[in-house]
């Protein structure tokens, strides 16, 4: 592992990704684990990342997300929006360790309260590759962010529960068993319509989801569909004052972003996509370079 010139790092919740770097700025590997945040104490994060690029090691780390948060293994204090993406002169060093370990801090709202750890490094790494963007950047996920850009910094932001409330109504609630596995994208979008439309009916609706399927034979993949459609669909109107008359970006997983673009759509608001883990990576490359300069 001697090519190893850097360890890029995205530390969540759930699970840990490393990119093994060349000084040329390309990947020479890739490693994943489910090790993480929520499963560590303080003293678990080094053995974890000895564990997975340990081979590597001690080439220096650069990580981004909730290994910063106050759970983690060092507390990178948030930056308060109005605010550029944290830059690598924020970066916390990591102490009690001979590794050179850095961490990106997250970033902060004071009113509304939100916040994000991860998340501002894949607008970094956006920002990077599109200069000059300016509009707004939506994160759809387990909690969608809605980030305001302008000027190369974040000006605000909100955070919407919807993938997470997605996954509590399918697989714990008692529409668990009304949905399938499968998907209707007829019935997504006649979901977005129904909520973006009534958004004040969202409850309602969703019982009605249970009601169909026991009465109209409602197939799974439909309800399925739809009960995404009328989250997504909440969500819209909830941030309608973001993407309304915006130039709106979409970073995550292509199937997702997919689904947030066809909703915007109806809505006659155009979008673009960008892949989360590659603006995870440049934002994380962009960080670096500001440490440790240029890659050769």
Not at 227 to 235: H, M, N, Q, R, T
């Amino acid at each position: 592992m001697t090519d190893v010139a850097w360890i890029a790092v995205d530390w969540g919740t759930s699970h840990v990704r490393a990119w093994l770097m060349r000084a040329d700025g390309t990947v020479l590997d890739r490693r994943s684990s489910a090790q993480g945040m929520g499963s560590l104490d303080r003293a678990g994060f080094e053995p974890a990342l000895r564990a997975l690029v340990g081979d590597a090691l001690p080439a220096p780390v650069l990580a981004c997300g909730m290994v910063g948060s106050r759970q983690g293994w060092a507390e990178a204090p948030y930056a308060a929006v109005p605010c550029a993406p944290p830059s690598a002169a924020e970066a916390v060093r990591v102490t009690g360790t001979d590794l050179d370990v850095r961490i990106l801090p997250g970033v902060k709202q004071v009113k509304p309260a939100d916040v994000m750890r991860g998340e501002e490094t894949q607008i970094a790494g956006f920002l990077a590759m599109s200069p000059g963007f300016d509009g707004v950047i939506c994160l759809p996920g387990t909690h969608t962010k809605w980030a305001h850009v302008s000027a190369g910094e974040i000006v605000s932001f909100r955070t919407a529960m919807t993938g997470e409330m997605f996954a509590l109504l399918s697989e714990q609630s008692v529409l668990r068993h009304s949905v399938g596995d499968g998907w209707d994208a007829d019935s997504f979008a006649a979901g977005v319509d129904q909520s973006l439309s009534r958004p004040e009916g969202l409850a309602a609706a969703l019982f009605s989801l249970r009601a169909e399927g026991l009465l109209d034979g409602l197939p799974g993949d439909a309800a399925r569909a739809r009960l995404s459609g009328l989250l997504v669909g909440a969500e819209l109107a909830a941030m309608r004052p973001y993407w309304l008359g915006q130039q709106v970006a979409l970073i995550g997983a292509e199937a997702l972003s997919s689904a947030y673009a066809e909703a915007l759509k109806t809505q006659g608001v155009p979008s673009q996509m960008a892949d989360a883990e590659e603006m995870t990576l440049a934002g994380l490359t962009a960080a670096y370079t500001q440490i440790y300069g240029e890659a050769a």
